[in-house]
C-alpha cells in the first residue's frame, strides 16, 4: 500500500460482515446503526503537542478496531477501499 498517514491519523481495511435473519434476509453492512469494524493497515506518526513533542499513538498495524460508522473518509488505492480515521474517533481496540 502506497498510502502513509499524517499527523494522528490511522488508515484502515474495512471488514464486511452480512448478516442473515432467521428468516433468511441478508442485510448488508449498509443497513446497520452500529460501530463499524476493520483492521489497521497504516498508522500516522502521532499528533504534534505544544511542547513539540509527537503523542504516541493508541493503535498499531495489525488491531483490529471499532470506529463510529460516520467518522472515517473513504479512499481507494488501486482496487482497494480504505478508510481514513482519526485517532481520537476509535472506540476500541477488539482481542487485545
Known amino acids: 500500500m502506497n ?3 499524517l ?3 490511522v488508515v484502515v481495511k474495512p471488514s464486511s460482515e452480512e448478516t442473515v435473519t432467521k428468516s433468511g434476509i441478508v442485510l ?3 443497513a446497520k446503526e452500529k460501530p463499524e469494524q476493520g ?3 497504516a ?3 502521532g499528533k504534534v503537542l505544544s511542547s513539540g513533542q509527537r503523542a504516541p499513538m ?3 498495524v495489525g488491531d483490529l478496531v471499532l470506529f463510529k460508522k460516520y467518522s472515517p473518509d473513504e479512499i481507494k488505492v488501486g482496487d ?3 478508510l481514513v ?3 481520537e474517533d476509535i472506540l476500541a481496540v477488539v482481542g487485545n
Do not use: C, L
Request: glycine share 4%; proline share 12%; net charge negative.
Open 80 to 82: 482497494e477501499e480504505f
Open 28 to 30: 448488508p453492512d449498509t
Open 3 to 5: 498510502v502513509k498517514p
Open 7 to 9: 499527523h494522528d491519523h
Open 39 to 41: 483492521k489497521v493497515v
Open 43 to 45: 498508522v500516522g506518526p
Open 85 to 87: 480515521i482519526k485517532d
Open 58 to 60: 493508541s493503535v498499531q
